[in-house]
């Protein structure tokens, strides 16, 4: 509820979220879910250290891409490119 909070309250939108599939208290799916409810159009960029999570599974749990965990600098920044270029 918190990071609900912040996006909020934002002074201007996110151009990016970074959401890990497995959180302490809840899912990336239910948040993803929560953050389309509430309105939100910023790409979310999916970590997970699930290797059969693809990109298909990704968009279809609302994200707009996936990153697994470990992952090389390079190759994040490389995903940030493409989803920040993607409309």
Known sequence: EEAFSLIRQAEKPFDLIF???????????????????????TPVILLTGDHEIGP???QAMGARNVVHKPFQIDSLLTFIQTTLERP
Do not use: F, P, Q
């Open 56 to 58: 298909g599974e990704a």
């Open 19 to 41: 959401l890990d599939r497995h959180l302490e208290h809840s899912r990336a799916e239910t948040v993803i879910r929560e953050l389309t409810d509430r309105g939100v159009k």
